[in-house]
């Protein structure tokens, strides 16, 4: 009579984008270039921001955070898909799978989370303008990007804590690019309908919730600015600055509602989805809102012709 014997898993097999290497040198090439032409950017804009006294209102100073999540949301999985892209045998240890699950939903949650304090801002602006610099004051500012970033960890812990209780006696192969936990929960060696009921309540009901209360928000304060402005020039810009948001809400929460407000099952779009979810748009995200504002552009010229054009000559 054989004792049975479960080996514990160490490191987990990722398929990654493609198993064609001409594929792999094709996507290498094109999100390679995307990453250092988007990258660079979204640290201008930071800088941009950091650096010029007129851009020292809050919305300023919560677009930096959002410039900064993204670009820690997408370093999260874009260096190591960019390397897995030259290696055979891609895998991960278990403590660097936790590690990248965690942080990924960290700073995720903690982006989403700045966004509805990001539509507070708008409404405070939009529907209070002479209380606007009293009520978003930097103190407060600084106490809601920290309670967002908060409620992402918050969030995280609970995401680790329901994966790292699970058994993982094999199979170890993970159809993805990263590790996350849609894909981390199937290849457990026990029922996971409590922890995946759990997971999509946790991930999935919050992006469905957040998403249509953002959208009413920034529906309402449209609404707000047709009604009661005329079509002069704060109105066209306080409209521009809404849809800019609404965009980045649709890029951000559109995908993740798609991945984790649903059984964690294996469908084709999965990881098309994940790949802008996790890479494309959260470095468009900063430089989408940037198209559309005039006071951020003018201020990253500047920074470029002072301490970039000026050096070289």
Not at 39 to 45: A, S
Not at 173 to 197: G, H, K, M
Not at 294 to 310: G, N, P, Q, S, W
Request: aromatic content about 14%; glycine content about 4%; overall charge positive.
């Amino acid at each position: 009579m054989e004792t049975a014997n479960y080996t514990k898993v160490t490191e987990f097999v990722l398929t990654g984008l493609s198993q064609t290497r001409e594929v792999q040198l094709v996507l290498f090439v094109i999100f390679l270039s995307f990453y250092l032409f988007i990258l660079p950017g979204n640290i201008l804009i930071i800088c941009a921001i950091r650096l010029d006294p007129h851009l020292a209102s809050p919305m300023y100073f919560l677009l930096a955070n959002l410039a900064f999540l993204d670009i820690w949301y997408s370093s999260i999985t874009a260096p190591k898909m960019l390397i897995d892209f030259f290696v055979e045998r891609k895998i991960i240890s278990f403590g660097g799978c936790i590690a990248q699950l965690f942080f990924l939903h960290f700073v995720g949650a903690s982006e989403m989370f700045l966004l509805t304090v990001m539509a507070f801002d708008r409404y405070a602006a939009i529907c209070r303008p002479l209380h606007y610099a009293t009520i978003m004051n930097r103190r407060l500012c600084c106490i809601l990007v920290a309670l967002s970033w908060m409620g992402g960890f918050i969030h995280s812990i609970i995401q680790v804590a329901l994966i790292v209780r699970l058994p993982f006696c094999g199979p170890n192969e993970l159809d993805s690019y990263f590790c996350d936990i849609t894909q981390v929960v199937r290849i457990a060696c026990a029922n996971t309908f409590p922890e995946e009921l759990v997971m999509i309540c946790s991930s999935g009901l919050i992006s469905v919730v957040c998403f249509i209360a953002l959208l009413m928000s920034y529906a309402f304060l449209l609404a707000m600015l047709k009604k009661h402005s005329g079509s002069g020039e704060n109105t066209n810009r306080a409209m521009s600055t809404c849809y800019s948001h609404i965009t980045i809400v649709v890029l951000m929460f559109g995908p993740s509602i798609y991945i984790y407000a649903r059984p964690f099952d294996s469908f084709s779009l999965d990881k098309v989805i994940s790949v802008f979810h996790t890479v494309i748009f959260p470095l468009l995200n900063p430089i989408i809102y940037t198209l559309r504002n005039k006071e951020v552009k003018v201020a990253m010229r500047k920074l470029v012709t002072k301490y970039i054009l000026c050096k070289e000559k």
